[in-house]
Nanobody
Framework: QVQLVVSGGGLVQPGGSLRLSCAASGSISRITVVGWYRQAPGKQREWVANVWTSGTKSYADSVKGRFTISRDSAKNTVYLQMDTLKPEDTAVYYC?????????WGQGAQVTVSS
């Protein structure tokens, strides 16, 4: 089993920045990729960014150039640095980790971008 604990989030003005953290524990050696997803009110959950154990990263077009995913292997933590935030980035953000046989989800973190 893998446990994921998400922290960060909050209220920020348009153009501002926030950082989310996803701390993993448990059987993390089998994790192959960690990703961030988000779900806005009334919308389906959408993928935001991934980082593979190889270090390869990928981003949704809507956040490319504004969001940065990174990992600290020593802390078993993956971060999502969100810059130049827009009102349309408002959503509950989730962290997910995948192993060859399972997917794990952390609790959501509310991010609200509003003036």
């Amino acid at each position: 089993q893998v446990q994921l604990v998400v922290s960060g989030g909050g209220l920020v003005q348009p153009g501002g920045s926030l950082r989310l953290s996803c701390a993993a524990s448990g059987s993390i050696s089998r994790i192959t990729v960690v990703g961030w997803y988000r779900q806005a009110p009334g919308k389906q959950r959408e993928w935001v960014a991934n980082v593979w154990t190889s270090g390869t990263k990928s981003y949704a077009d809507s956040v490319k150039g504004r969001f940065t995913i990174s990992r600290d292997s020593a802390k078993n933590t993956v971060y999502l640095q969100m810059d130049t935030l827009k009102p349309e980035d408002t959503a509950v953000y989730y962290c997910s980790a995948q192993s060859p046989l399972n997917s794990y989800w952390g609790q959501g973190a509310q991010v609200t971008v509003s003036s």
